[in-house]
């Protein structure tokens, strides 16, 4: 603050400083608007109706040791009060999505609902009966979240579901972090999601956001076209979806993460691999355009920032040399090294021409590989323990999702009901499936002493 400024601020009367703090929030909300990532949910949900679609919906198991309820729905409260992305509802002038604007209250609770769950069955019953009901954007809240003592005393269920406008995966675990976070310590700082959002309009008018502008042009040039459906795609559907779930146990996910060791890149490159592999074998053709998930938190103090940051840009597969998974695993390092240094430019901007009907203009298929919960976690001294519930509804035309864990790796094909047969998807499943496996019994034979070179 300049000194003028001070001294002109010092000399307002009561009067005049009442009549400037009315109108600072005024001119705050002016300035605000959606970020190309809120502004596709926006328009997802004015097109597929009242029905949620992009919705968290987690259902958190809490076993092993007596959990305080009561302590839980005050942490839940006081995050919901400190991250303004909680705080905040949409104001929409318009049915496709023009003039709509965030509005941040100064209090907005949560709901949260006590309640008793026998077993997993009901708490999972309960949290999808949580996201299938429509959500007030205008008034809120946004953040529902029940409370839910189990069949004995040391279980409890914490189930949280949360518009994706507000809300993402990484949001997820801060808000565990706080509820896991000892009594003796205070909670971390707060940082606003607008910052957030205004740091990133700023960066896309830079050197360095122009520079990536060019480089997504470039990658998604001439791209394929997308994936085979069994139903014709139209104007795009209302995605209703369904999941076909798959386990591959700790044999696998080690092979394949030695592999990708092996060829200097990471498991996430090894599993996408896989994924190539399956997807090019449905398509017909190893040219394929991928989807995924990217936290959007390379920009410096976004790590603490609750709200939807996620990014979700194409990564175009086409070289597999050999064909060989150690072949395709340094061909999806490659790309998504490549991909790095340009992360945090908007998939949603990356092409002006449709590829796709729908709520995606770019993206019919997409990879998940979320290792976030892969640490072990204690809240009140109960082990944690998460699971990301099917809701029925399909973000994309598929969506292939990898967890993997100490004991394996677990996952999901989601599809869209309205394109896919799910005798189809459980053939995607399978041939993913027994990939992976040829991927580690490969990967094994490389081994030294095992067959590959010493």
């Known amino acids: 603050?300049?000194?003028?400024?001070?001294?002109?601020?010092?000399?307002?009367?009561?009067?005049?400083?009442?009549?400037?703090?009315?109108?600072?929030?005024?001119?705050?909300?002016?300035t605000q608007q959606l970020t190309p990532s809120q502004l596709r949910l926006w328009r997802t949900r004015q097109w597929v109706g009242e029905r949620p679609v992009d919705v968290v919906c987690q259902a958190v198991?809490?076993?092993?040791?007596?959990?305080?309820?009561?302590?839980?729905?005050?942490?839940?409260?006081?995050?919901?009060a400190a991250h303004e992305a909680l705080r905040t509802t949409f104001d929409g002038t318009a049915a496709d999505g023009t003039g709509v604007r965030p509005v941040v209250r100064e209090e907005l609770p949560p709901r949260l609902v006590r309640t008793r769950c026998a077993g997993a069955?009901?708490?999972?019953?309960?949290?999808?009966?949580?996201?299938?009901?429509?959500?007030?954007?205008?008034?809120?809240?946004?953040?529902?979240?029940?409370?839910a003592e189990g069949a004995t005393a040391d279980e409890a269920w914490l189930l949280v579901v949360v518009?994706?406008?507000?809300?993402?995966?990484?949001?997820?675990?801060?808000?565990?972090?706080?509820?896991?976070?000892?009594?003796?310590?205070?909670?971390?700082?707060?940082?606003?999601?607008?910052?957030?959002?205004?740091?990133?309009?700023?960066?896309?008018?830079?050197?360095?956001?122009?520079?990536?502008?060019?480089?997504?042009?470039?990658?998604?040039?001439?791209a394929p076209p997308?994936?085979?459906?069994?139903?014709?795609?139209?104007?795009?559907?209302?995605?209703?979806?369904?999941?076909?779930?798959?386990?591959l146990s700790g044999t696998v996910s080690d092979g394949?993460?030695?592999a990708a060791q092996r060829a200097a890149t990471t498991a996430y490159a090894g599993w996408l691999a896989v994924a190539w592999a399956a997807l090019a074998e449905h398509g017909g053709r190893d040219d394929v355009l991928l989807g995924t998930?990217?936290?959007?938190?390379?920009?410096?103090?976004?790590?603490?920032?609750?709200g939807y940051l996620l990014n979700v840009l194409p990564v175009r597969l086409r070289d597999a040399g050999d064909g060989s998974h150690a072949a395709r695993t340094r061909a999806a390092g490659a790309a998504t090294r490549a991909q790095l240094a340009h992360a945090a430019y908007p998939g949603e901007l990356i092409t002006e021409r449709r590829r796709v009907p729908g709520t995606h203009p770019l993206l019919d298929a997409v990879f998940v590989f979320d290792n976030l919960g892969e640490?072990?976690?204690?809240?009140?001294?109960?082990?944690?323990?998460?699971?990301?519930?099917?809701?029925?509804?399909?973000r994309y035309d598929l969506t292939l999702a990898v967890y993997p864990g100490p004991d394996g790796a677990q996952g999901w094909l989601e599809y869209d009901t309205e394109l896919y047969e799910e005798g189809t998807a459980r053939r995607i499943v399978e041939r993913f499936t027994a990939l992976a496996e040829q991927a580690a019994e490969e990967a094994a034979r490389a081994e030294p002493g095992k067959g590959g070179p010493a």
């Open 1 to 30: 603050m300049t000194a003028d400024l001070t001294a002109r601020l010092a000399a307002l009367t009561p009067e005049q400083r009442a009549l400037l703090r009315a109108r600072l929030p005024e001119a705050r909300r002016a």
């Open 61 to 80: 198991h809490l076993t092993g040791a007596p959990v305080d309820l009561d302590l839980l729905a005050e942490r839940v409260r006081g995050f919901a």
């Open 121 to 147: 069955d009901a708490a999972h019953a309960l949290a999808r009966e949580l996201a299938a009901e429509p959500f007030d954007l205008t008034h809120g809240p946004l953040l529902r979240v029940a409370l």
């Open 163 to 222: 518009p994706n406008l507000v809300f993402d995966a990484w949001s997820f675990e801060l808000l565990l972090d706080e509820l896991a976070r000892p009594a003796d310590t205070d909670p971390p700082a707060a940082p606003p999601f607008r910052d957030a959002a205004r740091d990133q309009r700023g960066w896309l008018a830079s050197a360095a956001g122009r520079a990536a502008a060019a480089h997504w042009a470039s990658e998604v040039a001439d």
């Open 226 to 247: 997308p994936l085979p459906a069994d139903r014709p795609r139209s104007a795009g559907t209302a995605r209703t979806g369904a999941r076909v779930d798959f386990a």
């Open 256 to 258: 394949i993460l030695a």
């Open 293 to 306: 998930f990217t936290a959007g938190r390379d920009r410096p103090g976004s790590t603490d920032v609750v």
């Open 375 to 394: 640490a072990t976690r204690e809240i009140q001294g109960a082990r944690v323990t998460t699971a990301d519930l099917d809701k029925g509804t399909a």
